[in-house]
């Protein structure tokens, strides 16, 4: 986690204007994607809107339908998302973006 967090805070923040339907805020929480095929990548989120989701993680994600799990102290978030672009980036890591497919969040 800590080796994705500094890829995270060594990409910085864009100076492009992005024509975005829903303001996006930055966020960074340890995730794990889980993909079709039940694999589990450890991620980082790098920013969430009401929409979908960013992340940062170790490894290719294929577009398609995952589960992104977040967990604060007290409980454990669940979202179905599907990925939509996967680009790599420095030392080995991947970003991805997805959008939520819908709008209930499992707790846990």
């Given at each position: 986690?800590d ?32 993909t ?14 009401r ?58």
């Amino acid at each position: 986690m800590d080796e994705l967090r500094a890829v995270l805070e060594s990409i910085g923040k864009s100076d492009v204007e992005h024509d975005r339907v829903a303001e996006r805020l930055e966020l960074s929480v340890p995730a794990e994607v889980v993909t079709h095929r039940g694999n589990i990548v450890s991620a980082m989120t790098r920013e969430i809107s009401r929409f979908g989701i960013g992340l940062l993680h170790r490894g290719n994600v294929s577009p398609g339908d995952v589960t992104v799990r977040m967990a604060s102290e007290t409980r454990q978030f669940e979202y179905r998302v599907r990925i939509e672009w996967c680009h790599p980036c420095d030392n080995g890591m991947f970003m991805s973006g997805g959008r939520f497919l819908n709008s209930e969040t499992v707790t846990r």
